[in-house]
């Protein structure tokens, strides 16, 4: 295999390209998050700044998305956990012909499109809430309960993959046994079966939960008049692009990368090979346990963000705008040869404007697709956002 | 029914049992089957204020469907606008699916074939880790990407391969690599779940009988990977033609996505019964369609997996 | 204290398969019994319905005098021993042990207590604390033997236990288990394919062939005067020739078995079905029956044509060819039996040592 020959060379190239794509765009994204400009850029470069974040702390219908999406989630894990499992289980123990049926059914969630779901799951519930004469402020037209769901209808057969791959791996003897020596059907249950599964059930809580974190499709049906943090950094994306969208990337990724750093620590740290080159050094033995490693990930998150709150880029900043001014003054010198009427920049802009706030004189109010912006309009308001 | 439950008893015990089948019911029942039909029959019905519902006007009507084909006009015309909206969908999506096929397969024989352990592991946790990521973040880094004065344009303008900024997002590109990035797992996994299990010694064995390398992939890999190939075009394409998100984002202002029909009768327009026929046309087509396609490769729903 | 089991006309049916076909037989209690067949025999299917696992479709399971329909396998008496152990691989070799107990309500300290005795007794002291994958083939053979006894059964089902190992530790198990059942006094049900085991090891032993028990009897029965042709082919070698009953004097019978001469075949008490002349008739006689003739005029005798040896050391193993018919012959290794390769050679075995049988099936080699 080890040939020196170019062809040889070709699989890691495309591995390279591949991770390129993946990676470049969030690189791309996390890179903007620090520049001044009001637009997310790279280039022009203006100040090195830590200002978006701030805006994201005062952001109240951000941090409200937010609290009602981790309250969705663990709802949603607390429902979807037990199904997910309840099905693994019933597939595990029927006979084929209807397992295959039964199969079909549980899996097709997955395959409905998310806005299928999110559309019947509120009109049933609607309906439902009609039969009984509920009143509105009862939870069949409550956000909150409607979308924890619609997630379910779908994060279930998520789970239920999770939990039948680990099933399949299941020694069905094992619970013979328990029974031959005396355990009631239950006990064999909570003992052998659910031990067993336990893993699979931490892996499918994780999964579960992020999945309920990030769900657009269903949720922007489900939600009805509240508010979840996707539907929220949605509306943001749509009516303004903004930095401090990119600084919610940057919180979102760093957290992911500490937990997969830990969670690789975990692994390695959990081999027999590492075991054996740590059994006579108890230092690397503490240096490498994943609780090290998160504590020390956590120290620098704590530094990273004492650094954000106290950065000051003021001074550079206000130098940009000083010299944004004297471009601005010296084209509109020039309009204003070039034609006697001229647009004034609007007083306000509010950031979540209905219409694309940075897409100054956007012709057709759409709020499907955003118009093209330009950079030019784009200095003009920055006076007014700040 | 009553045979299985005793069977379930029998294995289980009753306590076990009825949790069993009570969450299996739910789900099977409130959760997928009721609503989809609650919607089916919301489909024929009139769009009527909620006094109205229940009273004498509120009959089966294929209203919701013809408007779909014929649109508000006369009754010959067709209603070339939605129609259209579904079918470049449906194209868009095929070509996602494929595009993402084809970027996706050398990746997954590599991850599969030729890396082991430790760094297997790694390169797997590199391609989950952007897909804890929400979503919308990833359309944004796109719209970022591709904008007027994104990477893209400026370095593209920079090294002179252009002069004015090229409107990617008008042109539907950021959208669909948007889209083909979105659901990139979903298909690298069924491919290297299949792949992976293929035993070495097959493709050795066919090296050895003098199969070149495309030969090698054309008469043993991608055959035997086909039930993985086959799940993965069926994800990526449902979720593809589903996607609400990253048309909404990376759409340019004259492209709609058949979803977004769909999102406008029910927010913008308030036309329930409208927005669940339109919901049917999407969801029977799809599902068509997958059907088809599975029934000319010869694959089985069974065998879709995650 | 031990219980006896009987299976009243047990029939074991799963659609149009019949798994188990009208079993009978009572086992005393403290017996070493073995159930013997090849696979696919119905034999774990009786023993599933001795567990419970299994209901039988006719017929009564009796432990104890008791009926045992709608007992469910953790109510009865007995402690089964999987194929593959079915050791708890999440548990410590103590909290295995100990499973009976905890699912009893028994409390940690005294479980913990059992379970060192139970470790004690299977010279695994002290090693509770240790995981089942740290266990090597033969300690998780013990182990699991442990924990079914902290059930404290009548009855101990083997389900082929030992067919893991290797050879060796294979052979000192068979030992050992007897040894253990001697110790506690249980009545031990044991399953296998290998008559080694069976052999070795069993009081008594019941041969099984598609569904049916063939014959029941201690070794030496079994092995010395097989009562159907499936067992007799079956259990050991075995060589068998189609034959005609000529005469029966209800002491001896003539044999033609196209082989020259009739032979002669003493009918046995403990034997199959008596034969009329006319019969058609299997006609078995081991390799270790066979013997080279000494004399010309010893009594069934034959000839025949060397064809091919296998050697063993102790024993040498040859073929011989008698009209057309190949036949194995066992000899001892001890220098006194010379076969030259190109002559014939007679052969003759005792009318004791010959067994006809009424044609039946016959074991596939």
């Not at chain 3, 073995?34 to 599933?48: A, E, H, I, Q, Y």
């Amino acid at each position: 295999m080890k040939m020196k020959s170019p062809t040889a060379l070709i699989p890691g190239l495309y591995l390279t390209l591949f991770f390129a794509y993946l990676f470049g765009p969030l690189i791309i994204m996390v890179i903007t998050a620090f520049n001044s400009s009001t637009f997310p850029r790279v280039s022009p470069w203006e100040c090195f700044t830590t200002d978006w974040f701030g805006k994201l702390a005062a952001d109240d219908k951000l941090l409200a998305g937010l609290g009602n999406s981790l309250l969705i989630g663990v709802g949603v894990v607390c429902v979807a956990i037990p199904i997910g499992l309840a099905a693994a289980i019933t597939l595990s123990q029927v006979g084929p012909k209807l397992r295959a049926a039964l199969y079909t059914i549980f899996i097709a969630p997955i395959l409905v499109p998310g806005v299928v779901i999110g559309l019947s799951t509120l009109i049933f519930w609607d309906r439902i809430g009609t039969l009984f004469n509920a009143p509105y402020e009862s939870f069949f037209y409550d956000g909150t309960f409607l979308t924890i769901f619609g997630q379910v209808t779908f994060i279930a057969a998520y789970s239920m993959l999770v939990f039948l791959s680990r099933i399949q791996r299941f020694d069905t003897t094992l619970t013979e046994a328990a029974l031959d020596m005396g355990a009631t059907p239950t006990q064999a249950f909570v003992k052998v079966l659910l031990p067993f599964m336990a893993p699979a059930i931490g892996s499918a809580t994780v999964l579960a939960f992020l999945a309920s974190l990030e769900n657009y499709n269903t949720t922007v049906f489900t939600i009805v008049s509240s508010s979840t943090f996707t539907t929220v950094l949605s509306s943001k994306v749509r009516y303004g692009l903004d930095p401090s969208i990119s600084a919610v990337a940057v919180i979102i990724i760093a957290i992911t990368l500490i937990g997969a750093i830990i969670y690789e620590c975990r692994n390695r740290y959990n081999t027999k090979s590492w075991a054996l080159v740590v059994a006579e050094r108890p230092a690397l033995k503490v240096a490498t346990h994943p609780g090290t490693v998160a504590v020390i990930l956590g120290v620098l998150a704590l530094a990273a963000v004492m650094f954000i709150q106290n950065h000051d880029s003021n001074a550079c900043t206000a130098q940009i705008l000083e010299d944004k001014r004297a471009l601005q003054q010296k084209l509109m010198e020039q309009q204003s040869l070039n034609t006697p009427q001229q647009n004034v920049p609007a007083p306000t802009m509010p950031n979540l404007g209905p219409v694309g706030g940075n897409e100054g004189g956007a012709s057709a109010p759409s709020p499907f697709g955003n118009n093209i912006f330009s950079p030019e309009n784009l200095g003009t308001n920055t006076p007014n956002d700040q | 029914m009553r045979d299985l439950f005793y069977d379930l008893v029998r294995r289980n015990g009753m306590a076990v049992s009825i949790y069993l089948m009570l969450a299996v019911s739910l789900w099977v029942f409130i959760l997928i089957i009721l609503p989809q039909l609650t919607m089916l029959d919301y489909s024929f019905r009139f769009n009527l204020p909620p006094a109205k519902i229940g009273g004498p006007e509120d009959v089966y009507t294929l209203e919701q469907y013809r408007y779909f084909f014929q649109g508000s006009g006369a009754s010959d015309g067709l209603n070339t606008l939605d129609i259209g909206i579904l079918f470049k969908t449906l194209l868009a999506a095929v070509f996602v699916t494929i595009f993402d096929l084809i970027i996706c397969y050398p990746v997954a024989f590599v991850l599969a074939k030729s890396s082991t352990g430790a760094k297997a592991r790694l390169l797997v946790l590199a391609l989950i880790v952007p897909y804890w990521i929400n979503e919308i973040l990833r359309a944004f880094a796109f719209r970022i990407l591709f904008g007027a004065t994104g990477v893209i344009n400026e370095t593209g303008m920079g090294l002179g391969l252009w002069d004015t900024p090229i409107d990617f997002i008008r042109q539907d590109v950021a959208l669909y690599a948007g889209l083909a990035y979105a659901y990139i797992l979903l298909m690298i996994f069924p491919l290297y779940n299949a792949i992976e299990s293929l035993d070495r010694n097959q493709i050795e064995a066919a090296r050895d009988m003098g199969a070149n390398w495309w030969q090698v992939h054309a008469k043993v890999v991608i055959p035997y990977a086909k039930p993985g190939i086959a799940s993965g075009m069926t994800m990526v394409f449902m979720l593809t033609s589903g996607a609400l998100a990253a048309p909404q984002i990376l759409g340019g202002p004259s492209n709609l996505w058949f979803t977004q029909l769909v999102y406008q009768w029910f927010n913008s327009g308030g036309n329930w019964p409208r927005g669940s026929a339109y919901a049917m046309v999407l969801l029977i087509v799809c599902i068509a369609l997958v059907l088809l396609v599975m029934r000319l490769f010869k694959v089985s729903i069974g065998e879709i997996k995650q | 204290m031990t219980k006896e089991i009987s299976l009243e006309h047990v029939w074991v049916e799963f659609g149009e398969f019949t798994a188990v076909h009208k079993a009978n037989l009572n086992i005393a209690g403290g017996e070493f019994f073995s159930f013997l067949g090849p696979s696919g025999c119905g034999k774990t299917t009786l023993l599933r319905c001795i567990s419970g696992f299994q209901e039988p479709t006719r017929g009564k399971v009796k432990i104890g005098g008791e009926d045992m329909r709608g007992v469910g396998p953790n109510k009865r008496p007995t402690a089964l021993i999987f194929q593959n152990l079915a050791l708890f691989p999440l548990r410590s070799i103590a909290d295995n042990i100990a499973f009976p107990l905890e699912v009893r309500g028994v409390s940690k300290k005294n479980r913990r207590k059992r379970a060192d005795e139970l470790l004690e007794l299977i010279a695994l002291p002290g090693q509770g604390d240790k995981k089942v994958s740290e266990l090597s083939g033969g300690q998780k053979q013990r182990v699991a033997i442990a924990r079914a006894l902290a059930v404290e059964p009548d009855i101990l089902l083997l389900d082929e236990p030992l067919s893991a190992l290797d050879l060796k530790l294979r052979q000192h198990m068979r030992t050992e288990l007897r040894a253990i059942q001697k110790q506690v006094g249980l009545t031990f049900i044991y399953i296998t394919h290998d008559q080694g085991e069976a052999l070795t090891m069993s009081d008594r032993i019941a041969v099984m062939n598609k569904g049916k028990i063939e014959q029941i009897g201690d070794g030496k029965a079994i092995y010395d005067h097989p009562t159907t042709s499936f067992v007799a082919s079956f259990v050991g070698e075995n060589n068998v020739l189609d034959g005609t009953v000529l005469s029966n004097d209800g002491k001896v019978m003539q044999i033609d078995a196209g082989l020259g001469t009739p032979f002669a075949v003493e009918n046995h008490p403990a034997g199959g079905p008596a034969l009329a002349p006319g019969d058609a008739c299997h006609l078995f006689v081991r390799p270790e029956a066979l013997r080279l003739s000494k004399d010309e005029s010893a009594i069934n005798q034959f000839s025949t044509n060397f064809v091919t040896e296998e050697f063993e050391g102790n024993m040498r193993h040859i073929v011989m060819n008698a009209s057309g018919k190949d036949l194995k012959l066992s000899l001892i290794n001890d220098g006194t039996n010379a076969i030259e390769a190109n002559a014939p050679v007679k052969l003759d075995f005792a009318p004791g040592m010959g067994i006809a049988l009424k044609p039946g099936e016959l074991a596939s080699a």
